[in-house]
């Protein structure tokens, strides 16, 4: 097959099937996580003002006191690469442009010299949390097949977006497939490996904070 | 004068000073000190019968005294041993025999209440039940001082 | 499988709910849990990473709960859970955890894992996993009514000695009192003084009391072992000598554990809400406070710090009442750092100080108690937990530290203005 075929591919069918498995899997993965349901707490709740469910889905993207000194590179790793990807994902013009022909929505675009600096210091930051989990005795202990497979199914798409936009390595119609369908791999393992957190984090959130707002304690 | 209750006895040992106060907590400990095995305890209650007994020495022996009573403390969800417990509270008692003076406690009065603590642990211990005589037998002693 | 696994596995089944799925599926092995843990910390060790502890709970989820587990175990890809690795999980989860809810806290998934714990522990008590100490403790609790092997003579014994010591009656059975005060079994044995100093400060606030002879003992083994149904006998008996006395607040004594089994678990086991309150000491105090029933005078001299008991500041959500009891008798009051919900456990807590195998890791998990309390310079220590209590008067007498531990009931009552008789 030839790259415009691949890449016809990669748009056309191959979006579509990522999507459709994205979507429904999320779905039935939200439905099989909730539907264990919940006991209601019997006991007399105390009332204190600031701890809500909701309240911790804020609150715990603060790094609680003393934890930053022990994990630096846990939480400023983490967090900017997430603001990256997300700073790349949604304000970056020709992502824009996709969204606004996939739901009709759009808005202004950052920068294309800035997105460029964003996703040189994403990617560093990715190496950065990876080299971690290799160095570190409690992470690299923890570390499953999965947990190096998401961190290359989420890189790759970062990577082969700035040389595809580069015109680095290959030519830019087999560059733009191959971010394409790095992008559609990331859609499809999402609901089913640790990066259903994206959807998880904000429920175990709201689950710890609501069952402590209860005992009056703000988590 | 005759001892009857315990406000008499707690009045009665107020009116003492420290150094009566001391002789008479180590008399109360001596009634219960068979019931703690623990050598640095029965060290300290003898050493506290000497009228000359230094600062520095009382507060070693207080240390001791006190190491012996934390190791003999009876721990969350094990199984009571009613005899070990009543050394426990004998080495209190001898914490009390050998502790430094202050204005809020009456170290006789403590070791008082400690040693009869000690006495119920043992009276349990050996399936007596819980009534004893330790406290008629304080105030005896503690006639038999003023007496003197 | 043996039929006690199989059990085992079963209970581990019942156990799981939406939160604990959703607490799974978040978990993005950061390892920050391992970091807030007292028994990592002071290790070094990784295995005592808390989500590490819950890894057999975590297959069984997936094999039981997720489309892609059941397919897996289906074709024989997936490793089942083995007596074997309950086994080795023993220590895990009975030693290297007090249940204090550090990990909880700064998750930054928001994953609750005291919570997993605490319902892993079902499990690992019915495959016959559980510690002696702690079986021993929950057998006594049954039959006998107290973990510690306590009947009510012992109780009665030392109403007396108290009545002698302080010259105020402790009521028993008394109907119609406003107040059930409860003990635990530690203060029954070890500190007498705590119902001494409820006798006086009752009296001076005016208010009407009573213990109850078949329901003195608060603590909860049930609770700590893991076992739903023997916690729930064991806070029945508490409800219906509340309700046969026909009182309207229960007081839980300077216990961590045993205020967190009847405040916020107690309900949940008997399946009804109570119709009666609910209290800690130290909460009924502060309301003493905050009427002007509680008259105190003079300030301890000494430098004093806090300790925070996790089960009472961090899960029960008592933490303004310590602090404002404390400054009434206290001058020089210094927080430690990391204080309030953020304190470190005194690694003695959720069954480890009844468990003679945990002894070891424990004195080197206090380490960053004796840590915080040497950067407060202080010279006396007060905590609200005769647990607590013992086990850090252990662990400074183990490294040589000087510092008495006294509890904060004991020392308020010492304060008391003295009324005319």
Redesign the interface.
Known sequence: MNEIALLNWARGPGLDIAVAVFLLGTL??LI????????K????P?H?PGASGWH??AR??VA????LK??PI??IG?YVFHVGLALIVFFYAQHIKLIESLIGLSWPALPSQLIDLVTVITLAAMVLVLVD?IN?????????FE?YFTWAVTFLPILTGYLAVKHLLLPYTTMLALHILSVELLLVVLP?T?L??VF??????????N??A????S? | MAIQNDVDFKNALNALSVDQQRALAVSFTDSVIALCDDARVAGAVSAARRPDISDIELAALYQAARTASVESYTQCGKETDWAIQAGHFVANAAMACVAPASKQANLAWDAAMQARMARTCETISSGEGTTNREVDHQYRLLEQYQNQ | MSASLDKGVNVLKEM????????F????????C???CLF??ET?D??Y?P??KLEPLRRIYTQE????GKLAKMVGLSKPVTDDELEEWQELVYNSCTLCARC?????????LV?MIRKFREGMAVSGHAPEGLIGATTRAVEIGSPMGIRLPAVQAQMKHVQEDTGIEIPLDREGAEYMVLLSSMEIINFPEYLGAIAKIMKQAGKTWTLCSTAFEATNSGIQIGVGDIAKVLVNRIVEGAERLKVKTVISPECGHAYTAL??????LV????SF??LHILEVLDGFREQGLLKTEGFEEARVTFHDPCQLV????V?EQPRSLLNMVAKDFVEM??PA??NWCCGGGGGVSANEDAEELRLQAFQVKKRQLEKTGAETLVTACANCRIVMEEGLEHYQLDIPVVGLTETLAEHLVEAED
């Open positions: 039935w993965r099989e996580i909730i539907s264990l349901g919940r006991k707490d019997l006991s007399a105390r204190k911790t889905i715990r993207s609680p006191p003393g934890m022990r994990s846990s939480y983490g989990r570190k005795p409690v992470k690299r202990y923890l570390s499953t947990d089913f640790k259903f957190h998880t984090a904000f429920m175990s959130r709201w689950y710890n904070g069952a402590n209860h005992k009056g304690v988590v | 799981i709910d939406a939160p604990i799925a959703s607490y599926n978040s978990c993005v092995h950061c390892g920050l391992a970091e807030a990592y910390t070094g990784p295995k990473t989500i590490h709960y997720t489309l892609l909880s806290l700064v998750c930054p998934v928001g994953n609750d919570y405040r916020w678990d107690g309900a949940n399946g009804r809400p109570f309150e609910v961090r899960r029960g959500g933490m750092d990391d919900k953020y």
